[in-house]
């Protein structure tokens, strides 16, 4: 019997933020691009012209919704075309007393090493927020039990979401280390296609860029 062939994976973070472009911690703030952030957005659509979309996850926020309208119109696909879910198990990590400081008043305040595991490292806990394995703990289930199947089914699945919540999943597609994930980072100007074996492991990556 044939294997039926596996879906693509498309990751797309959402574009600048108006927090992104000041500097500041954003985490589960609704904030809306910013006018750079929407143009960039348009562009990653046009670097996708040549998929078919079958199937759409973004989160609860404002800022990948609005990446995903302009990946859309650049397509001249329509909501109504493909099915489009929010998760709120991809939202972005949710950074606690940091919400809303700009990173790098912070990062003078305690310093080079303390600010990269603050921002970065995989298991550092900050004060009412989440470490990324927090991250990782519940957004990998829902990549295994809603997102494998469709691929296993040969849709194509296009993933609008955040930098920390991909970050998450890319460190089990990819099978990134503990101590290598801290210098893993996906641009607000990217699109990742993967293609996957039937655990989700990556077999081939292609990062496209604007």
Known sequence: METQKMG?????????SEWNSLGLWTGITDVHLSKEGLEVAKKIGELLKDFRFDYIFDTPLIRTKE??????DANLVTKKDVPIEESK?????????YTGKNKWEVKKEVGGEEFQK???????NIPNGE???????RALPFF?????????????????????SMRALSKYIENISDERISDFEIGFD??????????????HKDVKQV
Do not use: Q
């Open 89 to 97: 198990e991809l939202i972005e990590r949710d950074y606690g007393d």
């Open 190 to 203: 990217t699109a990742t296609i993967y293609d996957l074996d039937n655990d989700g492991h990556m077999i």
């Open 118 to 124: 603050i921002r970065r490292s995989w298991d550092y």
């Open 131 to 137: 470490s990324l394995k927090m991250v990782y703990e």
């Open 144 to 164: 295994l039990n809603k997102i494998m199947p469709l691929l296993k089914d040969s849709k194509n699945v296009l993933v609008v979401a955040h930098g920390n």
């Open 8 to 16: 693509k994976l498309i990751f797309v973070r959402h574009a600048l």
């Open 67 to 72: 990446t995903l309208l302009a990946i859309l």
